[in-house]
Protein backbone atom coordinates (compact mmCIF):
# COMPACT_ATOMS: atom_id res chain seq x y z
CA UNK A 1 0.00 0.00 0.00
CA UNK A 2 2.83 2.44 1.12
CA UNK A 3 4.80 1.52 -2.26
CA UNK A 4 1.34 2.05 -4.52
CA UNK A 5 0.64 5.71 -2.40
CA UNK A 6 4.32 7.06 -3.55
CA UNK A 7 3.42 6.07 -7.40
CA UNK A 8 0.13 7.27 -7.48
CA UNK A 9 0.95 10.37 -5.48
CA UNK A 10 4.33 11.04 -7.31
CA UNK A 11 2.37 10.36 -11.13
CA UNK A 12 -0.43 12.95 -9.99
CA UNK A 13 1.51 16.05 -9.62
CA UNK A 14 3.39 16.43 -12.69
CA UNK A 15 0.25 15.48 -14.84
CA UNK A 16 -1.67 18.15 -12.84
CA UNK A 17 0.46 20.25 -13.48
CA UNK A 18 1.51 19.62 -16.98
CA UNK A 19 -2.37 19.56 -17.15
CA UNK A 20 -3.25 23.24 -16.01
CA UNK A 21 -0.33 24.48 -17.77
CA UNK A 22 -1.35 23.32 -20.96
CA UNK A 23 -5.06 24.84 -20.45
CA UNK A 24 -4.10 27.68 -19.56
CA UNK A 25 -1.34 28.63 -21.76
CA UNK A 26 -1.75 25.81 -24.44
CA UNK A 27 -4.31 24.64 -26.52
CA UNK A 28 -5.25 22.05 -24.55
CA UNK A 29 -9.47 21.84 -24.85
CA UNK A 30 -11.33 22.40 -22.01
CA UNK A 31 -13.44 19.02 -22.36
CA UNK A 32 -9.96 17.13 -22.52
CA UNK A 33 -8.57 19.35 -19.91
CA UNK A 34 -11.78 18.18 -17.68
CA UNK A 35 -11.23 14.80 -17.90
CA UNK A 36 -7.84 14.77 -17.18
CA UNK A 37 -8.11 16.68 -14.17
CA UNK A 38 -11.12 13.98 -13.27
CA UNK A 39 -8.27 11.31 -13.66
CA UNK A 40 -5.36 12.83 -11.92
CA UNK A 41 -7.85 13.64 -8.48
CA UNK A 42 -8.97 10.32 -8.39
CA UNK A 43 -5.27 8.99 -8.35
CA UNK A 44 -4.61 11.46 -5.76
CA UNK A 45 -7.51 10.20 -4.12
CA UNK A 46 -6.41 6.89 -3.82
CA UNK A 47 -3.09 7.98 -2.88
CA UNK A 48 -3.96 9.19 -0.02
CA UNK A 49 -5.98 6.26 0.61
CA UNK A 50 -3.54 3.95 -0.03
CA UNK A 51 -1.11 6.11 2.40
CA UNK A 52 -3.05 6.12 5.06
CA UNK A 53 -4.18 2.76 5.12
CA UNK A 54 -0.52 2.05 5.38
CA UNK A 55 0.48 4.53 8.05
CA UNK A 56 -2.34 2.38 10.05
CA UNK A 57 -1.03 -1.04 9.07
CA UNK A 58 2.68 -0.23 9.95
CA UNK A 59 1.69 1.59 12.93
CA UNK A 60 -0.62 -1.35 14.34
CA UNK A 61 1.70 -4.07 12.82
CA UNK A 62 4.84 -2.66 12.23
CA UNK A 63 7.37 -2.90 9.08
CA UNK A 64 8.56 -0.94 6.76
CA UNK A 65 7.00 1.63 4.36
CA UNK A 66 6.78 4.99 6.09
CA UNK A 67 8.66 6.96 3.65
CA UNK A 68 6.91 6.03 0.77
CA UNK A 69 4.01 6.33 2.62
CA UNK A 70 4.57 10.10 3.77
CA UNK A 71 5.74 10.75 -0.17
CA UNK A 72 2.23 9.31 -1.31
CA UNK A 73 0.36 11.41 1.27
CA UNK A 74 2.14 14.32 0.25
CA UNK A 75 1.84 14.38 -3.12
CA UNK A 76 -1.79 13.54 -2.69
CA UNK A 77 -2.01 16.56 -0.84
CA UNK A 78 -0.70 19.20 -2.93
CA UNK A 79 -2.89 18.17 -5.80
CA UNK A 80 -5.86 17.98 -3.68
CA UNK A 81 -5.55 21.07 -1.48
CA UNK A 82 -6.56 23.26 -4.47
CA UNK A 83 -10.08 21.63 -5.49
CA UNK A 84 -11.21 20.70 -1.56
CA UNK A 85 -10.63 24.52 -0.86
CA UNK A 86 -12.73 25.83 -3.73
CA UNK A 87 -14.92 22.73 -4.02
CA UNK A 88 -16.20 24.01 -0.12
CA UNK A 89 -18.21 26.69 -1.99
CA UNK A 90 -20.49 23.80 -3.16
CA UNK A 91 -21.35 23.41 0.30
CA UNK A 92 -23.17 27.23 0.80
CA UNK A 93 -23.17 28.56 -2.95
CA UNK A 94 -26.01 28.08 -5.37
CA UNK A 95 -25.69 25.32 -8.16
CA UNK A 96 -25.61 28.38 -11.33
CA UNK A 97 -23.17 29.19 -13.78
CA UNK A 98 -24.02 32.56 -14.95
CA UNK A 99 -24.66 36.16 -13.10
CA UNK A 100 -26.01 39.05 -14.01
CA UNK A 101 -26.86 42.40 -12.11
CA UNK A 102 -30.05 42.59 -14.49
CA UNK A 103 -32.36 39.59 -13.57
CA UNK A 104 -35.35 40.73 -15.47
CA UNK A 105 -33.41 41.97 -19.01
CA UNK A 106 -30.12 40.35 -18.55
CA UNK A 107 -27.62 41.50 -21.22
CA UNK A 108 -27.57 39.35 -24.35
CA UNK A 109 -24.58 38.05 -25.76
CA UNK A 110 -24.17 39.20 -29.52
CA UNK A 111 -19.75 39.02 -30.67
CA UNK A 112 -18.68 36.26 -28.17
CA UNK A 113 -20.97 33.62 -29.67
CA UNK A 114 -18.13 33.19 -32.80
CA UNK A 115 -15.54 32.56 -30.38
CA UNK A 116 -17.42 30.07 -28.19
CA UNK A 117 -15.95 26.19 -28.73
CA UNK A 118 -18.77 23.03 -29.49
CA UNK A 119 -20.31 21.48 -26.36
CA UNK A 120 -20.26 25.32 -24.72
CA UNK A 121 -23.66 25.26 -22.42
CA UNK A 122 -26.28 27.82 -24.68
CA UNK A 123 -25.76 32.11 -24.63
CA UNK A 124 -29.40 31.87 -23.47
CA UNK A 125 -30.51 33.49 -19.66
CA UNK A 126 -31.63 29.90 -17.45
CA UNK A 127 -34.43 31.74 -16.42
CA UNK A 128 -35.95 32.99 -12.75
CA UNK A 129 -34.79 29.85 -11.13
CA UNK A 130 -31.00 31.23 -11.78
CA UNK A 131 -32.87 34.93 -10.65
CA UNK A 132 -34.13 33.92 -7.94
CA UNK A 133 -31.23 31.71 -6.41
CA UNK A 134 -28.69 34.63 -7.33
CA UNK A 135 -30.90 36.94 -5.23
CA UNK A 136 -30.45 34.59 -2.21
CA UNK A 137 -26.86 34.10 -2.49
CA UNK A 138 -25.45 37.30 -4.46
CA UNK A 139 -28.22 40.46 -2.88
CA UNK A 140 -24.74 42.86 -4.06
CA UNK A 141 -24.73 41.65 -7.48
CA UNK A 142 -27.40 44.92 -8.70
CA UNK A 143 -27.02 47.82 -11.38
CA UNK A 144 -24.06 50.31 -10.81
CA UNK A 145 -25.48 53.94 -10.87
CA UNK A 146 -22.54 56.71 -11.30
CA UNK A 147 -22.58 60.75 -11.53
CA UNK A 148 -20.55 60.47 -15.15
CA UNK A 149 -21.02 60.94 -18.43
CA UNK A 150 -21.56 57.66 -20.10
CA UNK A 151 -18.70 58.20 -22.30
CA UNK A 152 -16.27 58.07 -19.59
CA UNK A 153 -17.68 55.31 -17.78
CA UNK A 154 -17.37 53.52 -21.11
CA UNK A 155 -13.97 54.53 -21.09
CA UNK A 156 -13.14 54.02 -18.16
CA UNK A 157 -14.53 50.37 -18.10
CA UNK A 158 -12.83 49.40 -21.45
CA UNK A 159 -9.51 50.27 -19.90
CA UNK A 160 -9.91 47.89 -16.99
CA UNK A 161 -10.91 45.41 -18.96
CA UNK A 162 -7.87 45.67 -20.75
CA UNK A 163 -5.56 46.18 -17.45
CA UNK A 164 -7.14 42.88 -16.61
CA UNK A 165 -5.88 40.72 -19.35
CA UNK A 166 -9.30 40.18 -20.73
CA UNK A 167 -9.94 39.46 -24.78
CA UNK A 168 -12.16 42.29 -25.78
CA UNK A 169 -14.32 40.87 -29.19
CA UNK A 170 -16.60 43.84 -29.07
CA UNK A 171 -16.59 47.18 -27.95
CA UNK A 172 -19.06 50.13 -29.02
CA UNK A 173 -19.12 53.17 -27.66
CA UNK A 174 -22.40 54.83 -26.40
CA UNK A 175 -22.81 57.34 -28.98
CA UNK A 176 -26.06 59.26 -29.95
CA UNK A 177 -27.67 56.50 -28.66
CA UNK A 178 -26.48 56.70 -25.15
CA UNK A 179 -26.08 52.67 -24.58
CA UNK A 180 -22.50 51.40 -25.43
CA UNK A 181 -21.11 47.44 -25.08
CA UNK A 182 -18.22 45.41 -24.38
CA UNK A 183 -18.50 41.69 -24.87
CA UNK A 184 -15.08 40.44 -23.54
CA UNK A 185 -13.57 36.62 -22.47
CA UNK A 186 -11.82 35.98 -19.41
CA UNK A 187 -9.72 33.43 -17.79
CA UNK A 188 -9.64 32.16 -14.44
CA UNK A 189 -6.98 32.54 -12.10
CA UNK A 190 -5.13 28.93 -11.57
CA UNK A 191 -6.80 26.59 -14.70
CA UNK A 192 -7.53 29.25 -17.37
CA UNK A 193 -11.55 28.19 -17.24
CA UNK A 194 -13.06 30.83 -19.99
CA UNK A 195 -16.10 32.65 -19.06
CA UNK A 196 -17.73 35.47 -20.95
CA UNK A 197 -18.48 38.97 -19.89
CA UNK A 198 -20.76 41.50 -21.66
CA UNK A 199 -20.72 45.05 -19.98
CA UNK A 200 -24.07 47.67 -21.16
CA UNK A 201 -23.28 51.42 -20.75
CA UNK A 202 -26.43 53.36 -20.79
CA UNK A 203 -26.67 57.27 -20.36
CA UNK A 204 -29.37 57.63 -17.96
CA UNK A 205 -29.11 62.02 -18.07
CA UNK A 206 -25.99 64.17 -19.05
CA UNK A 207 -23.93 62.97 -16.22
CA UNK A 208 -25.68 59.73 -14.88
CA UNK A 209 -24.93 56.47 -16.16
CA UNK A 210 -26.08 53.15 -15.42
CA UNK A 211 -23.82 50.00 -15.70
CA UNK A 212 -24.87 46.33 -16.14
CA UNK A 213 -22.97 43.52 -16.57
CA UNK A 214 -23.21 39.42 -17.06
CA UNK A 215 -20.71 37.23 -16.35
CA UNK A 216 -21.31 33.33 -17.40
CA UNK A 217 -19.19 30.19 -17.48
CA UNK A 218 -19.20 27.89 -20.55
CA UNK A 219 -18.65 24.06 -18.83
CA UNK A 220 -20.14 23.13 -16.16
CA UNK A 221 -23.02 23.46 -13.50
CA UNK A 222 -21.48 25.68 -10.49
CA UNK A 223 -19.24 28.41 -10.72
CA UNK A 224 -18.08 28.28 -7.52
CA UNK A 225 -18.83 31.73 -6.93
CA UNK A 226 -16.50 33.08 -9.39
CA UNK A 227 -18.71 35.20 -11.58
CA UNK A 228 -20.38 36.86 -8.78
CA UNK A 229 -16.81 37.50 -7.69
CA UNK A 230 -15.84 39.10 -11.05
CA UNK A 231 -19.00 41.26 -11.32
CA UNK A 232 -18.66 42.65 -7.70
CA UNK A 233 -14.58 43.07 -8.08
CA UNK A 234 -14.96 44.63 -11.33
CA UNK A 235 -18.04 47.16 -10.88
CA UNK A 236 -16.43 48.08 -7.53
CA UNK A 237 -13.27 48.45 -9.20
CA UNK A 238 -14.82 50.99 -12.03
CA UNK A 239 -16.20 53.30 -9.10
CA UNK A 240 -12.79 53.57 -8.01
CA UNK A 241 -10.89 53.87 -10.98
CA UNK A 242 -13.35 56.86 -12.01
CA UNK A 243 -13.43 58.47 -8.27
CA UNK A 244 -9.43 58.73 -9.05
CA UNK A 245 -8.36 62.73 -9.00
CA UNK A 246 -6.92 63.51 -12.76
CA UNK A 247 -3.46 64.67 -12.39
CA UNK A 248 -2.93 67.04 -15.09
CA UNK A 249 0.73 66.83 -16.15
CA UNK A 250 1.86 70.83 -16.13
CA UNK A 251 4.80 72.10 -18.42
CA UNK A 252 7.24 74.25 -16.58
CA UNK A 253 7.43 77.67 -17.45
CA UNK A 254 10.67 79.75 -18.77
Known amino acids: MAAWSRRLGIFAVPVAVLTTLSHRFGDLDTGAGLVLLGIVFALAFFALVAGCAAFASIW ?15 CAVLVLAWPAWRGASLIYLPQINDVTTD ?22 YPGQDYAIAQREAYPEIVPL ?3 YPANDVFQAALDLSDTRGWRIV ?5 GLEGRGRIEAIAGTLVFGFKDDVVITVVREGPVETRVDMRSASRYGRHDLGA ?6 DFLTALTRRLEEPVVEERLPLG
Open 60 to 74: RRGGTGTGQAMVGVV
Open 103 to 124: WFAPPQFEAVARYRPPGARSLD
Open 145 to 147: FLS
Open 170 to 174: SAIAP
Open 227 to 232: NAARIY
